[in-house]
């Protein structure tokens, strides 16, 4: 029997494929986000999707994480400049905790001190933060480029960025 797989409610429940099997609850299925929200210059945003409950030949999904792809990640690190990454463990206003996985890139090559300081103030901002997003209002937040330009926004104060990217972004 053929299931239709439907999109969170985030994203208003879009039929996003079918399968076929058993044994469904508990896979994973991963999908650019440009599928979902029909704009093509998200194609390197992959969403993971769990499938949560079969009923009536429907599948329902819950988001399990989000990531860049690593083409896309490669492209933005050239020579001259310093890539910062950072990894925080946060919880979110609905009680999940979650692994942010942020990475700047600065607009020259930075010194140990101002990498030091660009990492500290990234990973302050993100414990700050999150915690007022729920799961689902943060991973749109993401999708939209909000949360990133915010970032970048507070940060170049100091030091020039030139990329501020949330890189992957899982459920533990």
Known sequence: MWYKILAPKVFNEQEIGQT???NLVGRV???PLSRLIDDIT???IHL???LKE???GVVRT???GYELSRAYLARLV???TSRIDSIDKVKTKDGKEIVVKSMLITAHKATQRQ???LRKRLSQYIQKVVPEYNWEAFILALAVGRFQSEIKRRLKKIYPIRHAEIRKVELC
């Open 54 to 56: 079969v009923e009536d």
């Open 48 to 50: 993971f999707l769990r």
């Open 42 to 44: 998200k194609q390197h």
């Open 115 to 117: 990498r030091y300081l």
């Open 29 to 31: 299925v991963k999908l």
């Open 62 to 64: 819950e988001i399990k």
């Open 78 to 80: 050239r020579r001259r």
């Open 20 to 22: 076929l099997g058993s």
